[in-house]
């Protein structure tokens, strides 16, 4: 947007680097840049200006942490989302596109009284897209390619009469088909956000086709909930006070379930957080708070109920399941697991409460029919895993995209 006498640019791209964007604006900048700013933290990423030789500046914010790349990527689909575009395909792919960034850039600058300075900078900040395989955000709410072409306008206008999205194959779930029955689906779970009162995007679509799920095994499904679950405890043990070495003890309950195989079965993310012998808050905090994903896990094995996302799962119903087995054989034993159509009946509800939530919170608004905003990212995270969104994604690697 165009705020007073500064004007407001965003770069966005799926290389997932915030170093390289930062980079690549810095040396772009190089032949006119007095002095760069030292850096500070920011959503994943970090800030910092550059000053240029005639000592206006330019104000940059490159992020990519998950829970600002959300926010930011679900307000930006719920806009374009709702252009009319008679391309229905290009549309299409241009809203996978949006849903496959995963770093953006905030870039401002004062317009001040100096045109050919302005152009300079705009003209750096889209060969800076160019060189990233990035796409800039203008004012007016246009999108455009690195080389100037308009990919959609607010008005459905494009230069383009096919586009194909920029990045990894992996992060552009969602634009196959949509079948009659994903179609379906779709409807089921605006019936059920209708009732609810929960506002919802009636055209959303979910975070893959029925077509492309990959749906977990059995065995895979129950392995990440005990590993996992073993992480829960010792966050819960380690927050409440106990010294790192008395943890132990209830890692080691879920190692002999697993057979020995609780460090096959960690992700990476676990396994450096477990060698942490004094984390920090932040980080119990996070690892805690997948019982959560547990819940959902055991329910996909058809041991629980999953009940609605307006409270904190039951932890002690969870654990006297769990803390009774004796092997990973007996656990599946007693699994009845859920069919692939409840999963994806799940996950495609729970996509809707997140962007709700998202939305909610965007306006400024408490989320609404009482979810719980914490629960329901940590219920995304899970069935997105369950149903292999983006390709099919390790579990340190989903993403929650709405």
Known sequence: MNDGNRMHITLYTVIGRTERV????????????????APSPADGGESFVIRLADSSEVAVTVSGGREFINRHISS???????????????HSSVLAQI????????????????????????????????????????????LFTGEGK??????????????????????LGGAAEESPSDAARR????????????????????????????LRTPEEIARRLLAMFGVCVYCEI?????????????????????????DDSLSPEEKAYLAIEKPDQRSIAKFG????????????????????????????????????????NGFLEGAKPRSGKDVLDAADLVLRYDWAC?????????????????????????????????????????????
């Not at 059920?192 to 799920?213: F, N, Q």
Request: charged fraction near 25%.
């Open 289 to 328: 708070w997948r019982y959560e994903c547990c819940h959902v896990l055991m329910w996909a094995l058809g041991m629980i109920e999953l009940g609605y996302p307006d409270r904190l799962c039951d932890v002690r119903a969870m654990g006297g399941i769990i803390w009774g087995q004796e092997s990973l």
């Open 150 to 171: 308009m990919v959609l306008s607010p008005d459905g206008i494009s230069n383009f009469d096919e586009y194909v999205p920029i990045g990894n194959s992996d992060y």
């Open 238 to 262: 380690l927050g409440s006070g106990m010294a790192h070495k008395d943890t132990k003890e209830y890692l080691d309950r879920i190692n002999n379930i697993l057979g020995g195989g609780l």
């Open 99 to 142: 849903r496959a960034f995963n770093c953006v850039a905030g870039i401002s600058f004062g317009t001040t009284g100096n045109e050919s300075r302005t152009n300079y900078i705009l003209s750096v900040l889209f060969d800076t897209a160019k060189d990233i395989n990035g796409l800039i955000l203008t004012p007016d709410m246009c």
């Open 76 to 90: 930006m689909y719920g806009f374009f989302v709702g252009v009319k575009c008679r391309n229905k395909e290009l």
């Open 187 to 214: 409807e089921r779970s605006a019936a059920v956000l209708k009732e609810k009162g929960i506002p919802y995007i009636p055209h959303l679509r979910s975070a893959v086709a029925e077509s492309e799920a990959k």
């Open 358 to 402: 998202v939305d909610a919170r965007l306006k400024k608004k408490g989320s609404p029919a009482g979810l719980n905003r914490e629960v329901v990212v940590e219920w995304h995270y899970a069935m997105n895993w369950l149903i292999g969104a983006g390709g099919n994604a390790g579990w340190d690697d989903v993403r929650t995209d709405t």
């Open 22 to 37: 930062k980079e690549t604006l810095i040396g772009k900048f190089a032949m006119m840049t007095k002095e760069v700013s």
